[in-house]
């Protein structure tokens, strides 16, 4: 690490510590709902994907939510909805879903459309980070999600949740250093090793990992280290044409617990007590 990379990173971390020492939730709150989707032109074929997701879905994130979160909603969904066509599978359905990285959890209603689960978590190591208009990222989660049954949004180190799952997503995991300062976060928070380990330790027998990352290069140093955790690769997706513009393809990964053997081949290790995971670089 270069002493500059020392000094932003010993900054951020004193601003990290002080939000988790100050850190408070004061209730829900909801964004504006933008009620519909007029106020700017979509390209034709974006509008009838929309309308097509709609219709597939039983879904209006606008009712919701403002115009941009839900146009990001509608995306969001539409890539995993292409993940599955592409593994020839349907989108798992039920049972307990892990969300890691949430941020504000903004694409909690995205999640809900696509897996229907039983129960869905959103884990987030700063949830307590200031957005516009003073409030912080628990509390808008918590407005986003309290019309999601059985959603929840834990501010906590996933690193330290010993919790079965039966899915678990990743939405543009931190595996490298830089997107971790830009997004003013120490590095002590970049510890992908122990994110993957707990993720493998957490899926319950025939669970899976769902796994988005910026571009190929990303997501090569991502399947290597999913791969060192235990975890088998079962399916991938380069998605060259998003819903919504991208400055990189998002490719979609699965991933299962591998055997016993492979595991022991790859060297996978379980994390320990206490070990801080990278978070998702979403959008606040």
Same mark, same amino acid.
């Given at each position: 690490?270069?002493?500059?990379?020392?000094?932003?990173?010993?900054?951020?971390?004193?601003?990290?510590?002080?939000?988790?020492?100050?850190?408070?939730?004061?209730?829900?709150?909801?964004?504006?709902?933008?009620?519909?989707?007029?106020?700017?032109?979509?390209?034709?074929?974006?509008?009838?994907?929309?309308?097509?997701?709609?219709?597939?879905?039983?879904?209006?994130?606008?009712?919701?939510?403002?115009?941009?979160?839900?146009?990001?909603?509608?995306?969001?969904?539409?890539?995993?909805?292409?993940?599955?066509?592409?593994?020839?599978?349907?989108?798992?359905?039920?049972?307990?879903?892990?969300?890691?990285?949430?941020?504000?959890?903004?694409?909690?209603?995205?999640?809900?459309?696509?897996?229907?689960?039983?129960?869905?978590?959103?884990?987030?190591?700063?949830?307590?980070?200031?957005?516009?208009?003073?409030?912080?990222?628990?509390?808008?989660?918590?407005?986003?999600?309290?019309?999601?049954?059985?959603?929840?949004?834990?501010?906590?180190?996933?690193?330290?949740?010993?919790?079965?799952?039966?899915?678990?997503?990743?939405?543009?995991?931190?595996?490298?250093?830089?997107?971790?300062?830009?997004?003013?976060?120490?590095?002590?928070?970049?510890?992908?090793?122990?994110?993957?380990?707990?993720?493998?330790?957490?899926?319950?027998?025939?669970?899976?990992?769902?796994?988005?990352?910026?571009?190929?290069?990303? @997501? #090569?140093? !991502? &399947? /290597?280290?999913? %791969? *060192?955790?235990?975890?088998? +690769?079962?399916? =991938?997706?380069?998605?060259?044409?998003?819903?919504?513009?991208?400055?990189?393809?998002?490719?979609?990964?699965?991933?299962?617990?591998?055997?016993?053997? @492979? #595991?022991? !081949? &790859? /060297?996978?290790? %379980? *994390?320990?007590?206490?070990? +801080?995971?990278? =978070?998702?670089?979403?959008?606040?």
């Amino acid at each position: 690490m270069h002493g500059l990379e020392r000094l932003r990173s010993a900054y951020y971390g004193f601003w990290l510590a002080l939000s988790e020492r100050l850190g408070r939730v004061r209730g829900p709150r909801p964004e504006i709902a933008a009620g519909s989707l007029d106020g700017g032109s979509l390209p034709s074929a974006t509008s009838r994907r929309i309308e097509a997701l709609r219709a597939r879905h039983g879904v209006a994130f606008e009712a919701r939510l403002s115009r941009p979160t839900a146009l990001e909603n509608y995306a969001r969904l539409a890539l995993l909805e292409d993940a599955a066509a592409a593994f020839g599978e349907p989108l798992p359905r039920g049972g307990r879903v892990h969300d890691v990285g949430s941020a504000s959890f903004w694409y909690a209603p995205a999640l809900v459309a696509a897996f229907a689960p039983a129960t869905l978590t959103g884990f987030e190591l700063e949830g307590f980070r200031r957005l516009r208009g003073g409030i912080n990222r628990a509390e808008r989660a918590l407005g986003t999600i309290a019309s999601l049954p059985g959603t929840r949004f834990e501010v906590a180190d996933y690193a330290t949740v010993a919790r079965p799952a039966e899915l678990v997503t990743l939405f543009f995991p931190f595996v490298t250093p830089a997107p971790v300062l830009a997004w003013r976060l120490p590095l002590r928070v970049l510890d992908p090793a122990a994110l993957f380990a707990r993720v493998r330790a957490n899926l319950v027998p025939g669970g899976a990992c769902w796994m988005v990352n910026h571009g190929e290069t990303e @997501a #090569a140093v !991502a &399947a /290597g280290l999913a %791969a *060192a955790a235990g975890l088998a +690769p079962a399916g =991938r997706f380069v998605c060259a044409a998003p819903l919504l513009p991208r400055s990189a393809p998002p490719v979609v990964s699965r991933w299962r617990a591998a055997t016993a053997g @492979a #595991a022991g !081949a &790859a /060297g996978a290790t %379980a *994390a320990p007590p206490g070990t +801080p995971p990278p =978070r998702a670089s979403v959008p606040p």
